[in-house]
């Protein structure tokens, strides 16, 4: 028989999250793989858009990053994009805190590409679900999932969502649960930013950086921040950037860099130390593959 490698909390256990018991309709159990957030420590959901920009995926591990180093807990879905990164970059940080809440069963990777992070969460935070082991990924699933990533948090941060995006059924619970809001500003031509200027147009506070947030959180109380520089941001380097730009089918010089955002000569420049690394290559002028 195989091992049972997650543990099963009722609503009535001790050990059952007090924000969670608060902030309803709570769920009758989770199960638990790693740890539960810990109450007396601060926590922040990070959600946002699964197809993000370039610039969604730097700020989210920026974000995550800089929250994490100051001892803050991330929450967030475990789904592509900000999430992901948001997670990465506070798993990039000596000491950092990272909780997913799935929409499946404990046992089951969602999206599967997110196995290697899935399990870096299980050993540095934990894994959290309300649905039994087994339990498929069904659509109707994540928006109950999302009433608690909000409960968790004491902060909600939206970076990059489109004016009709499942992040926003995360603010609305946040705001039934009393948590402040956050957005990222973003440019008014761009659609992944439409959904966060309205919820700043609507009252949402402005995630100018970290820094607001750390203020917001009673941590830094008006006390400047260590120069960002010195904060390991995982994945959120140029480097990482361009490298998570490419796949396995060729892609060519314009189309990175109008996706990353970096001058053409310093994205040559990064393209050649990713090649050099082994982990891409040109397979004609200016056209690059990602190696398996």
């Known amino acids: 028989m195989e091992e049972k490698n997650y543990v099963e909390v009722s609503h009535r256990d001790k050990d059952f999250p007090e924000k969670l018991r608060q902030a309803g309709p709570r769920p009758d159990r989770i199960y638990v793989k790693g740890e539960l957030p810990d109450p007396d420590r601060p926590s922040v959901a990070i959600v946002g858009a699964r197809m993000c920009s370039a610039y969604g ?12 180093a100051h001892g803050v807990q991330i929450v967030s879905g475990l789904a592509r994009g900000i999430d992901a990164w948001a997670h990465e970059g506070a798993l990039g940080v000596a000491g950092g805190r990272a909780f997913g809440v799935l929409g499946c069963g404990i046992d089951v990777i969602y999206p599967r590409q997110n196995g290697p992070l899935y399990r870096r969460v299980e050993k540095n935070g934990g894994l959290i679900s309300e649905y039994p082991p087994g339990y498929a990924p069904l659509a109707r699933n994540f928006p109950l999932r999302n009433r608690m990533i909000s409960a968790l948090a004491d902060l909600v941060l939206v970076i990059e969502a489109r004016e009709k995006s499942g992040s926003l059924i995360t603010v609305d619970c946040a705001l039934e649960q009393g948590r402040a809001v956050y957005a990222l500003p973003g440019r008014v031509d761009e659609p992944l930013s439409a959904g966060c200027n309205r919820l700043i147009s609507q009252g949402a506070g402005v995630a100018c950086s970290p820094e607001y947030l750390l203020e917001e959180l009673k941590i830094l109380c008006g006390k400047k921040m260590p120069a960002e520089e010195s904060v390991n941001f995982g994945l959120a380097t140029d480097l990482e950037l361009v490298y998570s730009c490419l796949g396995f089918q060729p892609k060519g010089l314009q189309a ?27 397979m004609m002028k200016d056209y690059y593959v990602k190696l398996r």
């Open 57 to 68: 995926r730097k700020q989210a591990g920026r974000f995550g990053a800089v929250l994490a």
């Open 256 to 282: 990175i860099q109008e996706e990353a955002g970096i001058p053409a000569l310093k994205l040559k420049e990064l393209l050649l130390e990713l090649e050099l690394d082994g982990r891409i290559r040109e």
